[in-house]
């Protein structure tokens, strides 16, 4: 189990100092930089492998779930070679039918959880919650 913190909690009310003109310098190399083709395909191979697709309506149907697992499963047809996300994530009432859908194909399933997206229920229904998901 994790440790609680101890001590107060940080000031998230004051912002740190940032240097302005420092960010826009740098963002501004990374706009000139060039890269190999080489490179390019890996690192977008390699963000791609990162995303984390996601359907949290309230509306959601077994068909909408079973369509975003073949998204994420089959990110470009006519592209031959790439990967594929890294999981997609439900509301718990629907990760049964997303790992169904999923298979073996080595992407993982997220859930919310803990009365999302508002968080505001109690302790003892949020950890029931997280169970259930």
């Known amino acids: 189990m994790a ?6 909690l940080p000031d998230f009310s004051v912002s740190p100092r940032i240097d302005q003109v420092g960010v826009e310098e740098r963002a501004a190399r990374f ?17 791609l492998n990162m995303i984390d697709l996601t359907t949290l309506e309230g509306k959601d149907t077994d068909g909408k779930v079973k369509q975003l697992c073949y998204k994420a499963a089959h990110p470009h047809d006519q592209l031959a070679g790439l990967p594929t996300v890294a999981a997609i994530c439900v509301y718990p009432s629907m990760v049964k039918i997303a790992r169904k859908a999923l298979g073996d ?4 399933v997220a859930s919310v959880a803990t009365a999302f997206p508002s968080g505001q ?3 003892d229904v ?6 259930y998901a």
Do not use: Y
């Not at 194909?105 to 993982?108: A, P, V, Y």
């Open 121 to 123: 229920a109690p302790r």
């Open 31 to 47: 706009t000139k930089r060039s890269l190999k083709d080489e490179a390019k395909r890996n690192g977008l191979k390699l963000v």
């Open 126 to 131: 949020k950890i029931r919650d997280t169970k």
């Open 3 to 8: 440790a609680i913190r101890q001590g107060p």
């Open 105 to 108: 194909s080595g992407i993982r």
